[in-house]
């Protein structure tokens, strides 16, 4: 079977097969072939191919900086901004970086062959729930080349094939990393195949990597919100993605000044650009008019830009006045919405109505207001007394972070390598048979 | 926001909008409300709730018996089979035994709330991973109305709402189950849209259904293979199926004969038209000569029909050929293809490649090759010295099945209703921001 193309058709209208439907394909069917292999990887065969692929990495450092710079070349033809080149640039240190990410994946636990629960039944059979890869997962992604390696050490790591789609504008520096990521799979027995890469520059390469249905099991996109809602409405394999991450910070009428100001203020200002950023302050109106100065201090020096419900602006006057619009915003910025509540109970409503179920906190010392809120608040993330910039798998313990869901299917919250798995029931028995 | 209506276009090209699609979107929009809040139940409320719909139920037997005499006469204009109606049809009894089924749902372990994990971080945060419901299931069902009893009490047992969708052969008969199940609803504070019904014979209804991404979580399709290959071949929302069983037994040639004649013989004539009955039986070549003349002998008396590989027909002459499609074959009947292998490996490789991942068992004293067997064999449930009748929620515990997953995407093999939760991160500090 092995190299074997079958030739598709795809979608309702019949389109003529060209060299890009065939050559995905190919990929594809390759891709799953290569899963098997990398499923039945002994821990110790995956910690030195790792290890080994990190030392490639290194060892070729000129040829990736070489294909860095012909990308680097061509970022005005795609219209990339300084910041979006500074994310494309690699220099050996850099380089260096991306190796040692790989060397913190290859000694990550294993995340394959865990019996996730084991029980006896009256009959006398064991059952046992066993943690499998999932086979092959699908990546999109844009402009930072160091997704490239990360991505293929955690699939590999989890016994999974890979494959990798990333952005026009690094074709040839992802290009060149892969080729040296795959330098050390011959020693062990695998094929070129276990990390895919799609290096054609056409689009349409995206939606047929969606339909392949039979041989993709997951795809992750990583990127702005438009990618994403993109592959969603196009995919017909399981997507795993977080949209947007409206986040919020309620502080409770029994919070501590102290705590509420730092992590408030944590929350929004450490870094704006990213999801786990608070967007909306809420804040009790029995607390608000000690809190809210302190806090609007501290904002205005930082640049902070506020708008507030009218109580908010009846305690700090000058403010901007927040529109309904701004209580779903994700500015991704130095601006934040505040909003005085009459309880917890509105605080929870409003986090119902307008958040993005991505991560959210209450301050309080108040314990039965604490489990109230984490009871009925439905985030991935819920916090007690901590910012939520916390959401993260580095801080969670995780190793590693594939990436993040606000989905409730199959993976949530910060995604480790162990959400790269699924599971099978082995059963043992000494004879047993259905009555 | 309640009942409120979002007038939605589906689709690419712009369709005038018609009363099945606004009525299938309040449907779902409503079921989503219902969720949040059935997602807040306390499990001793569940329990009553569900004890009280299994007393409707009986209550209500007589309006069920008459909607169900309606069905039945229309049965010859759907082409029912005599099999197919004796599936439909309703008596008291069986109306119990219905209603039995949700006091067994009403008194299992409540899935949401559990604490899956929980550690602490160098950093003093307590991080928990805590279950909670899906939100909104649809279920798409054929002719036997004891599934809509049955998934509407597994769904609010896990704190989801759940929209039912079931055949047109039996729509007053649901119709009528489902209003007897809301009865209750309302002394709980409960809007009717927990249990949500699609009543029109439309087919469009399941494609506008199926397009409901913001409010259904969370497809499963029961049925034949065609309805499920059209599911998901137009769900834009997740899934969860099993097309087919394609289950082996591998008799190794360190088997006890007589376990393995047993197991062999019980896998596939106890019920044969079932995904977890044995299709193709995979023999050792040592031991083939002793075991398939009293395999033999019993299939012959029970009147299966086997198809056998060229050595097979050797130890059984007379037997028919089997040609290479039969390998693939589901055939739900007494028809069993019969193949001695040279080896474990060549046993393996043979489920890998014909395989549907289902259920696939060895009958063998050797703990090595059972090891290398369950490590190798790639199925949802992998057995040794059992049959592959056994892969069953009941069998295992889960009080109740939901579904079987030949898919490797949140759930696998026999679902319970702890499958019907994902989680959320509860996350403790005391005032920790990140650095």
């Not at 000694?107 to 059979?125: I, T, Y």
């Not at 999801?275 to 201090?297: D, S």
Request: aromatic fraction near 6%; hydrophobic fraction near 40%; charged fraction near 25%.
């Amino acid at each position: 079977m092995a190299g074997e193309i079958r030739f598709t058709r795809y979608g309702r209208h019949e389109t003529p097969i060209g060299y890009a439907e065939v050559t995905i394909h190919k990929i594809c069917v390759q891709a799953k072939q290569a899963a098997s292999t990398l499923a039945l990887l002994d821990s110790r065969v995956k910690v030195r191919l790792l290890l080994k692929m990190a030392r490639a990495l290194e060892r070729d450092w000129r040829a990736i900086r070489r294909s860095n710079e012909k990308d680097l070349r061509k970022a005005g033809r795609f219209g990339l901004t300084a910041a979006m080149k500074d994310r494309l640039y690699l220099d050996h240190g850099r380089i260096e970086e991306m190796a040692e990410a790989v060397r913190t994946v290859a000694h990550l636990k294993d995340p394959v062959g865990r019996v996730l629960k084991r029980w006896r039944r009256p009959s006398g059979l064991w059952i046992e729930k066993v943690s499998v890869p999932l086979g092959v997962i699908l990546i999109i992604y844009e402009s930072r080349p160091n997704v490239t390696a990360d991505c293929a050490s955690l699939c590999l790591k989890s016994g999974n094939a890979v494959i990798l789609r990333g952005g026009r504008e690094a074709v040839e520096t992802n290009r060149a990393i892969v080729d040296a990521l795959r330098k050390p799979l011959a020693s062990f027995n695998l094929p070129p195949a276990s990390i895919g890469f799609v290096k054609t520059r056409a689009y349409s390469a995206v939606n047929l990597l969606l339909k392949e249905t039979e041989n993709v099991s997951l795809v992750i996109p990583r990127g702005g919100e438009a990618l994403i809602r993109k592959i969603a409405a196009l995919s017909r394999i399981p997507v795993i993605k977080h949209y947007r991450g409206n986040c919020h910070v309620y502080i409770d009428r029994d919070a501590d000044i102290g705590k509420a100001v730092a992590i408030a203020y944590n929350a929004k200002v450490q870094r704006p650009g990213v999801c786990n950023a608070m967007e909306t302050l809420l804040v009790h109106r029995r607390i608000a008019p000690v809190v809210l100065p302190r806090l609007g201090k501290l904002f205005l020096e930082a640049g902070v830009e506020l708008r507030g419900c009218p109580v908010t602006r009846r305690i700090l006057p000058g403010i901007k006045e927040a529109r309904e619009q701004d209580w779903y915003e994700e500015y991704l910025d130095l601006i934040l919405a505040v909003r005085v509540v009459p309880s917890l109970d509105e605080a929870v409503r409003h986090i119902t109505r307008y958040g993005s179920q991505h991560s959210d906190a209450i301050v309080t010392r108040n314990k039965r207001a604490a489990e109230l809120f984490v009871h009925a608040v439905d985030s991935a993330s819920v916090f007690v007394n901590a910012s939520t910039r916390l959401a993260d798998g580095g801080v969670y313990g995780f190793g590693a972070e594939v990436g993040i869901s606000t989905d409730k299917f199959h993976a949530r919250g910060p995604m480790g390598i162990e959400d790269l798995t699924s599971y099978k029931y082995v059963v043992r028995g000494t004879g047993q048979i259905r009555e």
